[in-house]
């Protein structure tokens, strides 16, 4: 592939692997890499054995750490009796970021999916429903992404939790901050015209 | 930064330093990573472990490989008396997988600059010298990009080589096989139609 050195050749090709990579972009992150060999590629392979290594699903919530149970799901802090549900881990530490959410994740591995047979079970609705109760859980926020399937996926859950006396809310949906109107699609602005507060 | 996991944090910011990454695109890679734990994940932290381990440039010719000597310098069916000059390893992969050139190469790590204060002695050049005498060269093929500083380093060269009985040659300019003129600077469409041949 490149210059007959093999090791060099199947780390290419594996970093090719990556999403937002290619066979170009490999090449020249594994040049990089080597260029920096002290400071970046000998830390990133001693952390990337660590990672492999330990790395596991929360057996709660699914959020991913190193532990049997997630540091989020450990903590007494979180335990504020709120439950946001997400699609998805890359979902979770987007809420992270936020840094306004205290109290703890249920993390589904997708959404409801007739034209892929994912039903309840395929994923961790079932857990979710024993939480809500087992947690003394007062509010489920679904923060579930504004598509088709992420929608029918919220109706379902919000269903399940009907009879039970506590809240089912979801995102607002609206303008982003620092949005520009022009480069929205047609459904965000309906939906922030629908929900239009005064100032 | 994403879910109060430090390793998975360190990951993530180490990866997102790579060429063509950034945060987002860092914190995809990781989990695709951790989903596909044992397929890719522990053998990219195997081979980056080797890698980084064994990684040197050659003494000779300054290619990325395993060992003090590349395979290219060690291959005796290479010994052709051609040397293919080229700023860095990243053309030397290029030249490569043209699968053409049948010669060794010489990696000069960058090109002259009286910007950057990049004299011939920052380079590789001095031991470009000496090979062309101690590997009994008869042709050198300057393949320098066609920047200025490149194009100032292969004069350079070639003025170095003059009083030697070799040729020096450098990469035909031209339109790229599969080019669309519309779709070319005017540079090479020019440089493309002095270098025109009858068909
Ligand atoms: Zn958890
Ligand atoms: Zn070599």
Known sequence: MTQSNKDIDAL???M??????GPR???RAVLHMIKKRSLLMMPLADTLQTVAATARECLNCGNIGTTDICDICESEKRATGEICVVEDVADLWAMERGQVFKGRYHVLGGTLSALDAIGPDELRIP????????EGVTEVILALNATIDGQTTAHYIADQLEARQIAVTSLAQGVPIGGELDYLDDGTISAALKARKAI
Chains 1, 2 share one sequence.
């Open 12 to 14: 290419i090709e594996m």
């Open 16 to 21: 090719a692997k990556l999403p937002g990579l």
């Open 25 to 27: 972009s490999a090449r």
């Open 127 to 134: 857990k979710l429903l024993d939480r809500v109760t087992s």
